[in-house]
T-cell receptor, first 112, second 114 residues
Framework: SQQGEEDPQALSIQEGENATMNCSYKTSINNLQWYRQNSGRGLVHLILIRSNEREKHSGRLRVTLDTSKKSSSLLITASRAADTASYFC????????????FGRGTQLTVWP | DADVTQTPRNRITKTGKRIMLECSQTKGHDRMYWYRQDPGLGLRLIYYSFDVKDINKGEISDGYSVSRQAQAKFSLSLESAIPNQTALYFC?????????????FGPGTRLTVL
Protein backbone atom coordinates (compact mmCIF):
# COMPACT_ATOMS: atom_id res chain seq x y z
CA SER A 1 0.00 0.00 0.00
CA GLN A 2 1.11 3.56 -0.58
CA GLN A 3 2.79 5.37 2.28
CA GLY A 4 3.16 8.94 1.14
CA GLU A 5 0.31 10.85 -0.38
CA GLU A 6 1.36 13.83 -2.44
CA ASP A 7 -0.80 16.86 -2.82
CA PRO A 8 -1.74 18.25 -5.24
CA GLN A 9 -1.86 15.48 -7.84
CA ALA A 10 -1.11 18.05 -10.52
CA LEU A 11 0.30 21.57 -10.44
CA SER A 12 0.65 23.99 -13.32
CA ILE A 13 2.61 27.25 -12.99
CA GLN A 14 4.52 29.81 -15.01
CA GLU A 15 8.30 30.02 -15.18
CA GLY A 16 9.69 32.09 -12.35
CA GLU A 17 6.94 31.16 -9.91
CA ASN A 18 7.49 28.97 -6.88
CA ALA A 19 6.09 25.44 -6.77
CA THR A 20 5.07 23.81 -3.51
CA MET A 21 4.22 20.14 -3.20
CA ASN A 22 3.12 18.39 -0.05
CA CYS A 23 3.46 14.85 1.22
CA SER A 24 1.58 13.24 4.09
CA TYR A 25 2.40 9.87 5.61
CA LYS A 26 0.94 7.60 8.24
CA THR A 27 3.71 5.92 10.23
CA SER A 28 6.85 6.92 12.09
CA ILE A 29 9.87 7.41 9.87
CA ASN A 30 13.64 7.56 10.05
CA ASN A 31 13.86 9.72 6.99
CA LEU A 32 11.83 11.01 4.07
CA GLN A 33 13.11 11.38 0.54
CA TRP A 34 11.99 13.28 -2.53
CA TYR A 35 12.53 12.00 -6.05
CA ARG A 36 11.94 13.45 -9.47
CA GLN A 37 10.87 11.58 -12.60
CA ASN A 38 10.95 13.00 -16.08
CA SER A 39 8.32 11.48 -18.32
CA GLY A 40 8.86 7.74 -18.72
CA ARG A 41 12.33 7.79 -17.18
CA GLY A 42 13.89 6.51 -14.00
CA LEU A 43 13.52 8.34 -10.73
CA VAL A 44 16.30 10.63 -9.61
CA HIS A 45 16.96 11.35 -5.95
CA LEU A 46 16.62 15.00 -4.98
CA ILE A 47 16.96 15.27 -1.24
CA LEU A 48 16.78 13.26 1.98
CA ILE A 49 15.61 14.73 5.27
CA ARG A 50 16.02 12.84 8.54
CA SER A 51 13.34 12.67 11.20
CA ASN A 52 15.34 14.93 13.52
CA GLU A 53 15.68 17.64 10.86
CA ARG A 54 13.05 20.28 10.19
CA GLU A 55 14.35 21.92 7.05
CA LYS A 56 16.90 21.22 4.36
CA HIS A 57 18.06 23.12 1.30
CA SER A 58 19.67 22.06 -1.93
CA GLY A 59 20.05 24.72 -4.60
CA ARG A 60 16.55 25.91 -5.50
CA LEU A 61 14.96 23.14 -3.43
CA ARG A 62 13.73 23.55 0.11
CA VAL A 63 12.27 20.64 2.02
CA THR A 64 10.52 20.85 5.36
CA LEU A 65 9.46 18.05 7.65
CA ASP A 66 6.90 18.18 10.43
CA THR A 67 6.88 14.82 12.20
CA SER A 68 4.10 15.87 14.54
CA LYS A 69 1.81 16.37 11.55
CA LYS A 70 3.42 13.56 9.56
CA SER A 71 3.91 15.83 6.60
CA SER A 72 6.62 17.23 4.38
CA SER A 73 6.74 19.89 1.71
CA LEU A 74 8.99 20.42 -1.27
CA LEU A 75 9.41 23.98 -2.50
CA ILE A 76 11.04 24.70 -5.83
CA THR A 77 11.87 28.37 -6.13
CA ALA A 78 12.04 30.31 -9.39
CA SER A 79 10.72 27.37 -11.41
CA ARG A 80 11.99 26.67 -14.90
CA ALA A 81 10.40 24.79 -17.78
CA ALA A 82 13.05 22.10 -17.20
CA ASP A 83 11.54 21.44 -13.76
CA THR A 84 8.51 19.91 -15.47
CA ALA A 85 8.36 16.37 -14.09
CA SER A 86 6.62 14.17 -11.55
CA TYR A 87 7.78 14.47 -7.95
CA PHE A 88 7.49 11.63 -5.45
CA CYS A 89 8.01 11.43 -1.75
CA UNK A 90 9.17 8.17 -0.18
CA UNK A 91 9.49 7.05 3.41
CA UNK A 92 11.00 4.07 5.19
CA UNK A 93 8.07 3.55 7.61
CA UNK A 94 10.55 3.55 10.47
CA UNK A 95 12.48 0.55 9.16
CA UNK A 96 16.25 0.44 8.66
CA UNK A 97 16.02 -2.46 6.23
CA UNK A 98 16.30 -0.33 3.13
CA UNK A 99 12.77 -0.49 1.74
CA UNK A 100 11.12 2.68 0.54
CA UNK A 101 7.42 3.32 0.18
CA PHE A 102 6.47 5.77 -2.53
CA GLY A 103 3.48 8.02 -2.94
CA ARG A 104 1.57 8.51 -6.18
CA GLY A 105 3.38 11.70 -7.05
CA THR A 106 2.65 15.28 -8.07
CA GLN A 107 2.84 16.12 -11.76
CA LEU A 108 4.39 19.58 -12.08
CA THR A 109 4.11 21.49 -15.34
CA VAL A 110 6.07 24.73 -15.69
CA TRP A 111 5.04 26.85 -18.67
CA PRO A 112 7.62 29.09 -20.36
CA ASP B 1 28.09 5.14 -18.72
CA ALA B 2 24.95 4.66 -16.67
CA ASP B 3 25.40 3.16 -13.21
CA VAL B 4 22.19 1.11 -13.39
CA THR B 5 21.20 -0.40 -16.72
CA GLN B 6 18.13 -2.33 -17.73
CA THR B 7 17.50 -4.53 -20.73
CA PRO B 8 15.42 -4.53 -22.77
CA ARG B 9 14.16 -0.95 -22.71
CA ASN B 10 10.95 -1.86 -24.48
CA ARG B 11 9.25 -5.21 -24.93
CA ILE B 12 5.99 -6.29 -26.48
CA THR B 13 4.92 -9.83 -25.82
CA LYS B 14 1.86 -12.05 -25.84
CA THR B 15 -0.18 -13.51 -23.04
CA GLY B 16 1.35 -16.70 -21.67
CA LYS B 17 4.92 -15.98 -22.76
CA ARG B 18 7.83 -16.10 -20.32
CA ILE B 19 9.69 -12.82 -20.09
CA MET B 20 12.93 -11.88 -18.35
CA LEU B 21 13.97 -8.34 -17.54
CA GLU B 22 17.58 -7.80 -16.60
CA CYS B 23 19.28 -5.25 -14.41
CA SER B 24 22.98 -4.59 -13.98
CA GLN B 25 24.75 -2.07 -11.79
CA THR B 26 28.26 -0.74 -11.48
CA LYS B 27 27.73 1.12 -8.22
CA GLY B 28 28.95 -1.74 -6.06
CA HIS B 29 25.73 -1.69 -4.05
CA ASP B 30 24.51 -4.72 -2.16
CA ARG B 31 20.81 -3.88 -2.21
CA MET B 32 18.73 -4.21 -5.38
CA TYR B 33 15.02 -3.72 -6.02
CA TRP B 34 12.40 -4.28 -8.69
CA TYR B 35 9.42 -1.91 -8.92
CA ARG B 36 6.53 -1.55 -11.27
CA GLN B 37 4.86 1.73 -12.09
CA ASP B 38 1.32 2.09 -13.33
CA PRO B 39 -0.27 5.42 -14.21
CA GLY B 40 -1.64 7.12 -11.11
CA LEU B 41 -0.36 4.42 -8.74
CA GLY B 42 3.21 5.45 -8.09
CA LEU B 43 5.83 2.76 -7.62
CA ARG B 44 5.09 -0.61 -6.07
CA LEU B 45 7.79 -2.96 -4.89
CA ILE B 46 7.85 -6.42 -6.48
CA TYR B 47 10.98 -8.04 -5.00
CA TYR B 48 14.15 -6.93 -3.30
CA SER B 49 17.50 -8.44 -2.45
CA PHE B 50 20.06 -7.35 0.12
CA ASP B 51 22.82 -9.64 -1.08
CA VAL B 52 23.39 -12.54 -3.46
CA LYS B 53 21.80 -15.10 -1.15
CA ASP B 54 18.89 -12.94 -0.06
CA ILE B 55 15.53 -12.62 -1.86
CA ASN B 56 12.46 -10.97 -0.36
CA LYS B 57 8.92 -10.46 -1.62
CA GLY B 58 7.54 -6.98 -1.92
CA GLU B 59 3.96 -5.79 -2.12
CA ILE B 60 3.03 -7.39 -5.44
CA SER B 61 5.20 -10.47 -6.02
CA ASP B 62 2.48 -12.78 -7.36
CA GLY B 63 3.17 -13.71 -10.98
CA TYR B 64 6.82 -12.66 -10.74
CA SER B 65 10.09 -14.32 -9.75
CA VAL B 66 13.63 -12.99 -9.42
CA SER B 67 17.20 -14.21 -9.54
CA ARG B 68 20.24 -12.51 -8.02
CA GLN B 69 22.99 -13.98 -10.12
CA ALA B 70 25.75 -11.81 -8.72
CA GLN B 71 26.12 -8.69 -6.65
CA ALA B 72 25.77 -6.62 -9.81
CA LYS B 73 22.89 -8.48 -11.50
CA PHE B 74 19.24 -8.88 -10.56
CA SER B 75 16.72 -10.35 -13.01
CA LEU B 76 12.94 -10.24 -12.93
CA SER B 77 10.91 -12.96 -14.65
CA LEU B 78 7.28 -13.14 -15.60
CA GLU B 79 6.64 -16.86 -15.87
CA SER B 80 3.43 -16.51 -17.86
CA ALA B 81 2.75 -12.92 -18.82
CA ILE B 82 -0.78 -11.51 -18.59
CA PRO B 83 -2.14 -8.19 -19.88
CA ASN B 84 -2.43 -6.58 -16.45
CA GLN B 85 1.35 -6.89 -16.12
CA THR B 86 1.64 -4.21 -18.76
CA ALA B 87 3.57 -1.49 -16.95
CA LEU B 88 6.85 0.37 -16.61
CA TYR B 89 9.39 -1.67 -14.64
CA PHE B 90 12.28 -0.15 -12.74
CA CYS B 91 15.33 -1.64 -11.12
CA UNK B 92 17.01 0.29 -8.30
CA UNK B 93 20.02 -0.11 -6.05
CA UNK B 94 21.13 1.26 -2.72
CA UNK B 95 24.08 0.90 -0.43
CA UNK B 96 23.96 -1.26 2.67
CA UNK B 97 23.87 1.02 5.65
CA UNK B 98 22.47 1.60 9.08
CA UNK B 99 19.50 3.48 7.70
CA UNK B 100 17.43 3.60 4.57
CA UNK B 101 19.57 5.23 1.98
CA UNK B 102 19.13 6.86 -1.38
CA UNK B 103 18.01 4.56 -4.17
CA UNK B 104 19.45 4.81 -7.68
CA PHE B 105 17.13 3.89 -10.50
CA GLY B 106 17.65 2.41 -13.91
CA PRO B 107 16.00 3.94 -17.00
CA GLY B 108 13.09 1.50 -16.93
CA THR B 109 11.65 -1.21 -19.16
CA ARG B 110 8.32 -0.57 -20.80
CA LEU B 111 6.52 -3.91 -21.04
CA THR B 112 3.35 -4.46 -23.03
CA VAL B 113 1.51 -7.75 -22.79
CA LEU B 114 -1.05 -8.29 -25.54
Amino acid sequence: SQQGEEDPQALSIQEGENATMNCSYKTSINNLQWYRQNSGRGLVHLILIRSNEREKHSGRLRVTLDTSKKSSSLLITASRAADTASYFCATDRGSTLGRLYFGRGTQLTVWP
Amino acid sequence: DADVTQTPRNRITKTGKRIMLECSQTKGHDRMYWYRQDPGLGLRLIYYSFDVKDINKGEISDGYSVSRQAQAKFSLSLESAIPNQTALYFCATSAMGISTDTQYFGPGTRLTVL
